[in-house]
Structures are given as C-alpha cells and as structure tokens.
T-cell receptor, first 115, second 115 residues
Framework: AQSVTQPDIHITVSEGASLELRCNYSYGATPYLFWYVQSPGQGLQLLLKYFSGDTLVQGIKGFEAEFKRSQSSFNQRKPSVHWSDAAEYFCAALNPDNYGQNFVFGPGTRLSVLP | DTEVTQTPKHLVMGMTNKKSLKCEQHMGHRAMYWYKQKAKKPPELMFVYSYEKLSINESVPSRFSPECPNSSLLNLHLHALQPEDSALYLC??????????????FGEGSRLTVL
C-alpha cells in the first residue's frame, strides 16, 4: 500500500537553531513529493515540491529539501528557525501515474519554537 | 493570499439542519477536492471532482453530498450531521489534467461545529 510516514510527531527547537523534518514514502515507483505547512486554524500552504531532476529543491521561507531515492526519503531543512515557523508540517505524495489525483499525506510533525 | 476561497469560515449547526459549504477557485484548475481534518491529524480525502465529474468518493456517509456546478465552484451539502462530523473542512484544487503534474492549492477551511 502507498504510504507516507513522518517519524517525528513533535519537535521542539530554539529560535535560531537548525531544523530537519523527516519524511519517508512507500510507493511502487518514485512519487511526486511535497511539503506543506499549516498554522493553527488555517489551510495548508505549499513549501516545497519534487517532481524530478535536481534532488535538492529550494522552497519558500528559507526551507530546502533533499530527495534520496536510496532511502525513500524527502527530508526538509532550515538552517535557522524563526518563531513564526512554529506550525504543523505535512509531507505528501502523489502517484507518478497521476491518475485519480489522490494525494497521500503523512501524519504530520508539529514544530514548537522556544524563544 | 489564497486563491481558493471557502465560505463560511465558521459554521455551527444542529443535527437536523441543512447547510452548505462553498468553495471557489479561478485558477483554471480542473480538479477540486474536499478534505476533512480533525485536530492534530492530516487532511483526510473525502471527494475529488475531475473535469466536473465525481472521480473519487472515499466511502463518505451520504449525509455529505458534494456538488460541482461548474469548473470554478465546489459545494458540500450537509444534512443530519453528527457531532463527530465537527472538523475543519478544506477545499483544494489542482491542475488536474492527466500527466500534468500539479500541487494542491488549499483554501483556509470552514470550521464546522455540530451540536
């Protein structure tokens, strides 16, 4: 079955510290991969996406992510976290055949930022 | 600014009421989605419309009835809901064309409370 996992349910970092959020997928073929961020009570905003090509992708808000086929991972990083980054982060995948448009979401990682 | 607009932002209804949630996008997207999200959980797919035809129904109870009047509008009609249906209902859209990769664009959601 197709699935997306995020091993960390909750991460706490200090403002200014670096951050890594982990995402693993289980698909028959390499899916298209996305990271979304959700602030409390809001919709989801796209941070990053990977379709093909360069395995290091740059996103908004200073985030970058690296696709590693050998590890079935799409982890994202930020060198210096800001208090406004506190939110819920969801990794998502889409079957590469694109039929059905069925995006699969991971369970989410909640990020808390200490002053 | 989100390009997917949802109304109302908040809705309180009794179990015998009939109400509707509305979603609108003007990006020319041909796939539109309803997701249900409970607190601290990822979005859960309910329905997908592709080219104004229902393409995915994730075994959603019949008290939820989707409607896609045209390519820009998506409604979710609610009737005889249960308190456990209280959640954030998210609308999303994507390019939707076969073999055209596109991410999901989300609205800010409609917060539904069923009394």
């Amino acid at each position: 079955a197709q699935s997306v996992t995020q091993p960390d349910i909750h991460i706490t970092v200090s403002e200014g510290a670096s951050l890594e959020l982990r995402c693993n997928y289980s698909y028959g073929a390499t899916p298209y991969l996305f990271w979304y961020v959700q602030s409390p009570g809001q919709g989801l905003q796209l941070l990053l996406k990977y379709f093909s090509g360069d395995t290091l992708v740059q996103g908004i808000k200073g985030f970058e992510a690296e696709f590693k086929r050998s590890q079935s991972s799409f982890n994202q990083r930020k060198p210096s976290v800001h208090w406004s980054d506190a939110a819920e982060y969801f990794c998502a995948a889409l079957n590469p055949d694109n039929y059905g448009q069925n995006f699969v979401f991971g369970p989410g990682t909640r990020l808390s930022v200490l002053p | 600014d989100t390009e997917v607009t949802q109304t109302p932002k908040h809705l309180v209804m009794g179990m015998t009421n009939k109400k509707s949630l509305k979603c609108e996008q003007h990006m020319g997207h041909r796939a539109m989605y309803w997701y249900k999200q409970k607190a601290k959980k990822p979005p859960e797919l309910m329905f997908v419309y592709s080219y104004e035809k229902l393409s995915i129904n994730e075994s959603v109870p019949s008290r939820f009835s989707p409607e896609c009047p045209n390519s820009s509008l998506l409604n979710l009609h609610l009737h005889a809901l249960q308190p456990e249906d209280s959640a954030l209902y998210l609308c999303a859209s994507s390019h939707g064309a076969t073999l055209v990769i596109g991410e999901l664009f989300f609205g800010e959601g409609s917060r539904l409370t069923v009394l």
